[in-house]
């Protein structure tokens, strides 16, 4: 059995693990997580290395790992990138943050009952009143939205008073992707397409040269230039890419495996070299979560 402070370091420990790419955590890093001192970390790091729970790598880059028995510890799935179960909040998804587990209190009318969530994380940016959605899940594609109304910030768990629990509709991509389609040329400045994301209120847009798509550019890649001091190059400088297409006839849950998979949050939708819309995350989203 843990302590309260070896679950509270280990839990650290995970939460900085899975945005590192593999790379050992320092001990320091932890210290400043969890607000112990460090002595305690080196003390607490021995005591779950002799559980088998944690592994120490040494070198100048050295630090810590969990073992896969810390994850069955602490009742972690260890998944890769692909199983990611996102959290979003007004639509935009959270950055180094996922869902490890969903347990459902009771479910006597669907989309009425309470969610014990289990975070990788810093759930600290997840506040009691709001409104989030979580999902779609990798197996079977579940979309959830509900208000957090309790937090426990020593085992990552958040409590959620759910809303709407749906799967994703047998539709196709283009039956809910944007279809009044704004694109961007190739030539026009940084400041030109701050304008163009602002008078449209859009966070993207494909880049067309010679009546090619070329590549897409995000409302984050126009922050970039500008905060760069970039805001004088071409869209085509500072476009991300590449470019995702895929068919019409393409179902939602094969988009969201290609997004996963590519870790890209827009798809262009082409038949015949001809563009016919763009589907994002978002349109998925408000697809599972919205009620007919």
Do not use: W
């Amino acid at each position: 059995m843990l302590t309260p402070v070896q679950k509270e370091i280990l839990q650290a420990l995970i939460n900085l693990y899975q945005t590192s790419n593999g790379n050992s955590i320092k001990g320091e890093d932890i210290a400043n997580i969890v607000r112990r001192n460090p002595g305690t970390i080196r003390n607490q790091m021995q005591s779950l290395r002799n559980l088998n729970l944690v592994k120490g790598v040494p070198g100048p880059r050295g630090g810590y790992k969990p073992t896969i028995e810390a994850y069955h510890t602490l009742n972690i799935s260890v998944a890769d990138n692909e199983s990611k179960v996102p959290i979003s909040i007004k639509g935009n998804e959270l950055k180094d943050i996922s869902v490890a587990r969903i347990e459902f209190a009771s479910i006597p009318h669907p989309g009425e009952c309470e969610a014990v969530v289990k975070v990788l994380g810093n759930i600290k940016g997840l506040n009691i009143g709001d409104n989030i959605v979580i999902g779609p899940t990798p197996v079977n594609k579940l979309g959830i939205s509900g208000v957090i109304v309790g937090r426990d910030d020593m085992d990552n768990i958040v409590l959620l008073d759910t809303k709407t629990i749906r799967s994703i509709p047998k539709k196709t991509v283009i039956e809910v992707a944007s279809l009044n389609i704004i694109s961007i040329n190739h030539d026009q400045s940084t400041r030109d397409v701050a304008k163009v994301f602002s008078d449209e209120s859009i966070e993207g847009a494909p880049v067309f040269e010679n009546d090619n798509i070329i590549g897409i550019i995000t409302v984050n890649d126009v922050v970039k230039a500008i905060a760069n001091s970039k805001e004088d190059l071409s869209a085509k400088d500072i476009m991300s890419g590449p470019v995702i297409k895929v068919k019409s006839e393409v179902m939602i849950s094969e988009a969201i495996d290609i997004m996963h998979s590519n870790n890209f949050g827009r798809l262009v939708v082409m038949d015949d070299n001809k563009l016919k819309g763009i589907i994002t995350r978002t349109d998925i989203i408000d697809t599972i979560t919205t009620l007919d």
